[in-house]
């Protein structure tokens, strides 16, 4: 890639690029790591720290998501209850669609 293209991809602009989601430009928040032959991948201290020691792989068409598994699901899913408590079920539904929009990048 020429280095008007790392600059622009720098930028946020995609110029020619055919798809520009596969360009990655690593910063703070970003980690390049392979898998062994087992399969396994690296996660450095800070990550496991901060995230714990058990993932989700989500398969999405594109992209493969890792997310934490909750420590303690059910205390979650209480808390998130309780800042939902006095909403209706249409009010429930739309902050449904808006976060799921939110996610597909809609």
Same mark, same amino acid.
């Given at each position: 890639?020429?280095? #008007?293209?790392?600059?622009?991809?720098?930028?946020? #602009?995609?110029?020619?690029?055919?798809?520009?989601?596969?360009?990655?430009?690593?910063?703070?928040?970003?980690?390049?790591?392979?898998?062994?032959? %087992?399969?396994?991948?690296? @996660?450095?201290?800070?990550? /496991?720290?901060?995230?714990?020691?058990?993932?989700?792989?989500?398969?999405?068409?594109? $992209?493969?998501?890792? /997310?934490?598994?909750?420590?303690?699901?059910?205390?979650? @899913? $209480?808390? &998130?209850?309780?800042? @939902?408590?006095?909403?209706?079920? %249409?009010?429930?539904?739309?902050? &449904?669609?808006? #976060?799921?929009?939110?996610?597909?990048? @809609?």
């Amino acid at each position: 890639m020429s280095r #008007q293209g790392l600059d622009d991809a720098k930028a946020g #602009q995609v110029g020619s690029f055919i798809n520009p989601s596969r360009f990655l430009v690593c910063g703070e928040n970003m980690l390049e790591t392979t898998c062994d032959k %087992k399969g396994r991948i690296h @996660l450095r201290e800070s990550i /496991r720290a901060r995230y714990g020691e058990k993932f989700v792989v989500v398969e999405m068409p594109d $992209e493969l998501v890792l /997310r934490p598994v909750p420590k303690n699901p059910v205390r979650d @899913l $209480e808390e &998130i209850g309780r800042t @939902l408590k006095g909403r209706s079920v %249409k009010e429930l539904k739309e902050l &449904i669609h808006e #976060q799921a929009r939110r996610e597909v990048g @809609l």
